[in-house]
């Protein structure tokens, strides 16, 4: 059984930042793809953005020059570093991994509050 677990999420001034991390445990050994989306109340699942296992990546564009995604491959882990926060990127944040098997996983969700 595969599961992401999520960490870093909290309540932060418009400006901050903050960090999301995101690991894998259990039986998946080659991730693909891995990704951040945020859901904010009321509206549909957005992705963020995205790191693919070589490095690529590719961020929407309301966070491109904000956000960082990075990812380490020996500890199934992809992070969010996210700065100059804004009260609209207050959302819940979750993780997505996929393997090489096409077969998708996604964390819990983690919540990021951005006060103004």
């Known amino acids: 059984q595969v599961q992401l677990v999520e960490s870093g999420g909290g309540l932060v001034q418009a400006g901050g930042s903050l960090r999301l991390s995101c690991a894998a445990s259990g039986s998946i050994f080659s991730i693909n793809v891995m990704s951040w989306y945020r859901q904010a109340p009321g509206k549909q699942r957005e992705l963020v953005a995205t790191?693919?296992?070589?490095?690529?990546?590719n961020y929407a564009d309301s966070v491109k020059g904000r956000f960082t995604i990075s990812r380490d491959n020996a500890k199934k882990a992809v992070h969010l570093q996210m700065n100059s926060l804004k009260p609209e990127d207050t959302s819940v944040y979750y993780c997505?991994?996929?393997?090489?098997?096409?077969?998708?996983?996604w964390g819990q969700g983690t919540q990021v509050t951005v006060s103004s």
């Open positions: 790191i693919t296992s070589r490095g690529s990546t």
């Open positions: 997505y991994m996929m393997s090489y098997g096409s077969i998708p996983y």
